[in-house]
Antibody
Framework: QVQLVQSGAEVKKPGASVKVSCKAS????????ISWVRQAPGQGLEWMGW????????NYALNFQGRVTMTTDTSTSTAYMELRSLRSDDTAVYYC????????????WGQGTLVTVSS | EIVLTQSPGTLSLSPGERATLSCRAS???????LAWYQQKPGQAPRLLIF???GRATGIPDRFSGSGSGTDFTLTINKLEPEDFAVYYC?????????FGQGTKVEIK
């Protein structure tokens, strides 16, 4: 079955960077893109951006431009999201989700990765 | 950026009742590019509806979506105990994708 499995929880200090991985299985990895969405504790969903696995094209949300980098490794069917210059308000669960194009719905989602930013 | 406003914020209903959730967009959505997701505590969101009215694989037919332009509705007929959750709408018709703030469907 189609599945996205994310890396484990992270604790980072303010100013540091975090890199979350998302390993795909059960479908043609290069036939879809990957979007990243985050959810702060008790809050709603915030789209961060999308990457085409086929050609590496990206579309980052304005709120994250300059601070986020999304990449993929087709040899391992894994997508990565790196967020730099972390602040306390970056504490959230980060999800990856399969999305056929940059303008598409998300299905399925990874299980989420909790990133805690604290001094 | 297209803003999605969901109402009500919380819906208190009993099992077996019908739930009607609203999602209003700040501008008309291209080709009804709107999706609905269900999220239960501690879980990732799950796709219910895409293209405003298309039901995702494995989703029971008590879930239905409708609407176009700026006004969209998710209807859940005959609520089952497992349907009590938070529901989000999402638009994907612009280059900047956005979500509504969510509607919580709780047991009355």
């Amino acid at each position: 079955q189609v599945q996205l499995v994310q890396s484990g929880a992270e604790v980072k200090k303010p100013g540091a960077s975090v890199k979350v991985s998302c390993k795909a299985s059960g479908y043609s990895f290069t036939g879809y893109g990957i979007s990243w969405v985050r959810q702060a504790p008790g809050q709603g969903l915030e789209w961060m951006g999308w990457i085409s696995v086929y050609n590496g094209n990206t579309n980052y949300a304005l709120n994250f431009q300059g601070r986020v980098t999304m990449t993929t490794d087709t040899s391992t069917s894994t997508a990565y999201m790196e967020l730099r210059s972390l602040r306390s308000d970056d504490t959230a669960v980060y999800y990856c989700a399969r999305a056929r194009t940059g303008g598409s719905w998300f299905d399925p989602w990874g299980q989420g990765t909790l990133v805690t930013v604290s001094s | 950026e297209i803003v999605l406003t969901q109402s009500p914020g919380t819906l208190s209903l009993s099992p077996g009742e019908r739930a009607t959730l609203s999602c209003r967009a700040s501008q008309s959505l291209t080709s009804s590019y709107l999706a609905w997701y269900q999220q239960k505590p501690g879980q990732a969101p799950r796709l219910l509806i895409f293209g405003a009215s298309g039901r995702a694989t494995g989703i029971p037919d008590r879930f239905s979506g409708s609407g176009s332009g700026t006004d969209f509705t998710l209807t859940i007929n005959k609520l089952e105990p497992e349907d009590f959750a938070v529901y989000y709408c999402q638009q994907y018709g612009s280059s900047s994708l956005t979500f509504g703030q969510g509607t919580k469907v709780e047991i009355k």
